[in-house]
């Protein structure tokens, strides 16, 4: 009934740009958050941006800020993340994820998950 699919990844150059695209369907949107986030082999996933989607307060961690931008498309039921400025150190597996409830500082504890899609930054 849920779907939470993901698309946009690819390989990129450093100082590079690449969007990533969550298109969600058998959810109610005006009760959720959203967010993106990303796992390396060898690291713990963490969470890169999330926002509620009626007013979209969003937050980022923090070695994205000014180079990452979340947004949506309300009449496509679809979240964007607008990567800029890569650098190999993005290079991970992100997941688009979705919570009834709120952001709360990137740590609630989302319900939904797509199945990713790779970003590798080249340097």
């Known amino acids: 009934q849920v779907q939470v699919v993901e698309s946009g990844g690819g390989l990129a150059q450093a100082g590079g740009s690449l969007r990533l695209s969550c298109t969600a369907s058998?959810?109610?949107?005006?009760?959720?958050?959203m967010a993106w986030f990303r796992q390396d082999p060898g690291k713990e996933r963490e969470g890169v941006s999330c926002?509620?989607?009626?007013?979209?307060?969003?937050v980022y961690l923090d070695s994205v800020k000014g180079r990452f931008t979340i947004s949506r498309d309300k009449a496509k039921n679809t979240l964007y993340l607008q990567m800029n400025s890569l650098k190999p150190e993005d290079t991970a597996r992100y997941y688009c994820?979705?919570?009834?409830?709120?952001?709360?500082?990137?740590?609630?504890?989302?319900?939904?998950w797509g199945q990713g899609t790779q970003v590798t930054v080249s340097s």
């Open positions: 058998g959810l109610t949107f005006g009760d959720l958050s």
């Open positions: 994820a979705a919570v009834y409830g709120t952001c709360s500082g990137l740590r609630s504890q989302f319900n939904y």
């Open positions: 926002a509620s989607w009626t007013g979209f307060s969003t």
